[in-house]
Each structure stands twice: as C-alpha cells, then as structure tokens.
C-alpha cells in the first residue's frame, strides 16, 4: 500500500546544533522522494530531492540520506538556525505513480 | 512574481453554502493538483490534472468539481459545504506527474 509516515511528530534542538528528522515509507517500488518545509501559515516548499538510484544528497546545510534496504529516508540539517523552525514532511512518488504521497509531517522547534 | 497562487486565503462560510477557490500558475507546468490539508497537518491530495484532464481522483465526494479552464487554471468548486470540509485547500503544479510540486500559499476554509 501507500504509506509513508514520520518516526517522530515534534523535535526540538538547540540553536546551532544539527537536527535530523527521519522518515519511513512503505512502497519498495518508490524512486523519487522529496523533503517539504511548511512555515505557518504559507505553502510547503521544496526543500531537497532524491532518486533511488542515490544513497546521498547535498544540498546548502541539508543532506538527505535514503536507505532502501530499510525504506528509510532522513533529512540532516547543519547548524540549525531559528529560521529552521517549520513542519518537514517527505513525499514519495511510487515508480508509475501519478502523485506525490505525503508523510505525516515532523514539527521541528529551534531552543535559542 | 507568485509562481502559483490561490484566493482567497481565508474563506469563513456557513453550512450548505457552496464556494469556489481559484488557482492560476505562471510556471507553464503542464500538471496542477489540489491538496487538502487537515487539523493535524496532514496532507492529501484530492484532484490531479495533466493538460486539463481529469488524471487522479482520490474518492473525494462529487460535491467538490474542480475545473481546468486552461492548462494554467484549476479552480476548485464545492457545493453544500458541510462541517468536515474546514481545512486548508493547497492548490501545486509541476512540470510532470508526480515530480516536484509547487505549492500555492493556501485557502483556510472554515465552516460554520
């Protein structure tokens, strides 16, 4: 079936420090997968994408790591700053698929 | 320029009535979804058109029509509003199928 979930719905770090929120799908046939930034109030915005034909990708403070073994996918960002707070949601797109399937979403608070 | 955007931001209405939001993209992107957005900020997509057809309907009742007057359109009807359907409407786009969407900057429907 179509499910890709969030191992965690808040996460709260310190100013500077890195934060990683993880993500689990569940459709093995998934081949492109993106990480989503929602601020209050506005749209989500894309944040970093990647193919499974990749383990690793690097983008400005954020890396987004895939482990298709285990149908995991995780979003690191370096250095997290108060701009950083938002609600990350991944997305998927099943290979075939016609639409991007939505996680949950993780609500990530900085502590100054 | 806003790359996709949707009025009216806020739309508060009473049970019964029937409303419509508006979206337009400027990104010449052949494909615009609508997606439901609930309480726990889970998001869902409702609709998906490619070049003006209908491609993806996910079982949302016939009281909500969307129409595509152009590629550049997707307006979004509902009629006989009922309680359940306060939420936040995202209209997107993007260059294909199931690729990177772009988000409009919602429609917070609250019904009385």
């Known amino acids: 079936g179509e499910s890709v979930g969030l191992h965690l719905p808040t996460l709260s770090v310190q100013e500077g420090d890195n934060s990683i929120i993880n993500c689990a799908y569940s459709?093995?046939?998934?081949?492109?997968f993106i990480w989503y930034k929602q601020e209050s109030g506005k749209g989500p915005q894309f944040i970093i994408d990647i193919r499974s034909n990749m383990d690793k990708r690097q983008g400005q403070r954020v890396t987004v790591l895939l482990n298709k073994t285990v149908k995991h996918l995780s979003l690191q960002i370096a250095a997290t700053q108060p701009g950083d707070s938002a609600v990350y949601f991944c997305?998927?797109?099943?290979?075939?698929?016609?639409?991007?399937?939505f996680g949950q979403g993780t609500r990530l608070t900085i502590n100054p | 320029d806003t790359a996709v955007s949707q009025t009216p931001k806020y739309l508060v209405t009473q049970m019964g009535n029937d409303k419509s939001i508006k979206c337009e993209q400027n990104?010449?992107?052949?494909?615009m979804y609508w997606y439901k957005q609930d309480s726990k900020k889970f998001l869902k997509i409702m609709f998906s058109y490619n070049n003006k057809e209908l491609i993806i309907n996910e079982t949302v009742p016939n009281r909500f029509s969307p129409k595509s007057p152009d590629k550049a359109h997707l307006n979004l009807h509902i009629n006989s509003l009922e309680l359940g359907d306060s939420a936040v409407y995202f209209c997107a786009s993007s260059q294909q199928l199931g690729t990177e969407a772009f988000f409009g900057q919602g429609t917070r429907l609250t019904v009385v």
């Open positions: 990104l010449g992107h052949d494909t």
């Open positions: 997305a998927e797109n099943g290979q075939g698929a016609q639409k991007l399937v």
């Open positions: 459709n093995s046939a998934s081949d492109y």
